[in-house]
């Protein structure tokens, strides 16, 4: 998954938690001493991997109710901002 790469799994890991805690890829790479580019991709890295896991667990998810809450509030909020145009 990750080869080729001098850093080691334990730096990968503070790589991702820092990603998912929503810490900029440039921050990430100052904090951890890692090439910019070297953050980059070991997050494009992760990121083609979860998708391959999601892809393969979520296929055809049957529902009865689908809820479009936020949504609602976006066209709510701005339904003030319409002109009717005659």
Do not use: C
């Not at 730096?11 to 580019?37: D, K």
């Not at 953050?39 to 689908?66: F, K, M, P, Y």
Request: proline share 1%.
């Amino acid at each position: 998954m990750y080869y080729h790469r001098q850093v080691t799994p334990e730096q990968i890991r503070q790589v991702l938690q820092a990603h998912s805690e929503g810490i900029s890829l440039r921050g990430i790479s100052r904090t951890s001493g890692l090439a910019y580019n070297t953050v980059v991709s070991i997050v494009r890295t992760a990121r083609q991997q979860a998708q391959l896991v999601h892809n393969a667990q979520v296929q055809a998810v049957q529902t009865e109710e689908l809820s479009a809450d936020e949504l609602w509030s976006f066209v709510q909020k701005n339904k003030s901002n319409v002109s009717l145009m005659n």
